[in-house]
């Protein structure tokens, strides 16, 4: 059975920092990943992704320069690093696995990200 | 970015009825490699995203046959055949053809 398991999520302070673990399980750690995030009471939006080797990475235009995907395939974990952050990041974000294609075949549970002072 | 609208935002329905949902993108959706990157997901209160139908009209794994979907190029519609009390939720169509991919607003369905 295939399992995302975020981690990570808090309240942080307006141009602070964390780092979004997601621990994968079930399959092989070889897809492209995806973070997605919804902010509260609000739709979802899709965030960033990176290939099977980390080779590829790409961002929406909000979070590029501020926020860095990244996986470590030996420990079959996707993480998200924010920098930077801001109140409009306040959001669960969700990791999900890329089947092809932008097309988000399962999802985690997500964790929530609160920036406020 | 190619901008998914939805309607209606919010659908009351009779269980039992039918209901269909409207998503269209302001570009075609249509891939070169003769794909079409058109998806709908459902999430309920308190939960994760789950994903119903990929490429416009296969449905995922275990879920019902009342659930199908249909369309191509700008315009696509998710259809219930026949409501039931587990479908209420939110519905929202996504576009993975063109970078970033991109969501509708999402459809409300609730139970009359």
């Known amino acids: 059975e295939v399992q995302l398991v975020e981690s990570g999520g808090g309240l942080v302070q307006p141009g602070g920092s964390l780092r979004l673990s997601c621990a994968a399980s079930g399959f092989t750690f070889d897809y492209w990943m995806t973070w997605v995030r919804q902010a509260p009471g609000k739709g979802l939006e899709w965030v960033a992704n990176i290939n099977h080797d980390g080779s590829e990475t790409y961002y929406v235009d909000s979070v590029k320069g501020r926020f860095t995907i990244s996986r470590d395939n030996a420990k079959n974990s996707l993480y998200l690093q924010m920098d930077s952050l801001r109140a409009e990041d306040t959001a669960v974000y969700y990791c999900a696995r890329d089947a092809t294609w932008h097309n988000f075949d399962h999802w985690g549970q997500g964790t929530l990200v609160t920036v406020s002072s | 970015d190619v901008v998914m609208t939805q309607s209606p935002l919010s659908l009351p329905v009779t269980l039992g009825q039918p209901a269909s949902i409207s998503c269209r993108s302001s570009?075609?959706?249509?891939?070169?490699?003769?794909?079409?990157?058109l998806h709908w997901f459902h999430q309920r209160p308190g939960q994760s995203p789950r994903r119903l139908i990929y490429k416009v009209s296969n449905r995922d794994s275990g879920v019902p046959d009342r659930f199908s979907g249909s369309g191509s190029g700008t315009d696509f519609t998710l259809t219930i055949s026949r409501v039931e009390a587990e479908d209420v939720g939110i519905y929202y169509c996504?576009?993975?053809?063109?970078?970033?991919?991109?969501f509708g607003q999402g459809t409300k369905v609730e139970i009359k």
């Open positions: 996504m576009q993975g053809t063109h970078r970033p991919p991109t």
């Open positions: 570009q075609s959706l249509a891939h070169s490699n003769e794909n079409t990157y």
